[in-house]
């Protein structure tokens, strides 16, 4: 199985989504699928992440793909998960039987699903993490220059993210509401 997962913007969040979406698919007992991140087109943000004719574009760029992830920020905005539905809606159109488009927005930010798989400062408090709308200004990179990996590709994201996804058990009881979320319909494609 190939998947290619489709970021706002590959240029930082390729390093946190790819270990993450890996353990994710070992878990799901498919250690050997080929996890690649979009990189051509580079969309450079949520706004043309979410527009149709980015996704279409980039669907029809990549035959070989089998599973599309469209993974965003949801960044406080209430709306985000009904324009993603409405993107997959689209796409199920435009896509053969066996190939499906899934859009997941992490609540708030990707950041936070490394950020879950970390030991984090005994004075942080994960809800406030969680609830935070901007954690990765809040969190993610202070905890980044505490380890001393600003200047460490992706800011500190390869490391930190690799670090994570060794723990993705941790990950999966903290993020609930998008990981597991989007953990289960994949499960649901992989069995369907």
């Known amino acids: 199985m190939k ?3 489709i970021p706002e913007d590959f240029r930082k969040d390729q390093y946190t989504i790819k270990p993450i979406i890996t353990a994710m698919m070992a878990k799901l007992g498919k250690p050997r699928t080929k996890v690649m991140v979009c990189q051509d087109p580079l969309l450079g943000g949520v706004s043309e992440a979410l527009k149709w004719e980015n996704i279409e574009n980039t669907i029809n760029q990549y035959p070989m793909v ?3 992830l469209l993974c965003v920020d949801r960044d406080g905005k209430e709306g985000r998960k ?3 539905e409405k993107l997959e809606a689209r796409a199920a159109k435009i896509l053969s039987e066996r190939r499906l488009l899934l859009a997941e927005n992490a609540w708030q ?3 936070v699903w490394v950020l879950a798989g970390q030991d984090l400062p005994k004075d942080w408090n994960w809800q406030d993490v969680r609830s935070e709308i901007n954690p990765k200004e809040t969190y993610f990179l202070p905890l980044s220059q505490q380890r ?3 200047n460490a590709p992706g800011e500190g994201r390869k490391k930190l993210a690799e670090e994570a996804a060794r723990r993705y058990e941790r ?3 903290l993020c ?3 990981l597991v979320n989007l953990e289960n319909r994949i499960n649901a494609y992989i069995a369907g």
């Open 66 to 68: 089998d599973l599309f």
């Open 3 to 5: 998947i290619l997962v």
């Open 148 to 150: 001393n990996l600003l």
């Open 176 to 178: 609930p509401e998008d």
């Open 82 to 84: 009904t324009s993603l």
């Open 171 to 173: 990950i999966r009881q």
């Open 109 to 111: 930010e990707i950041e």
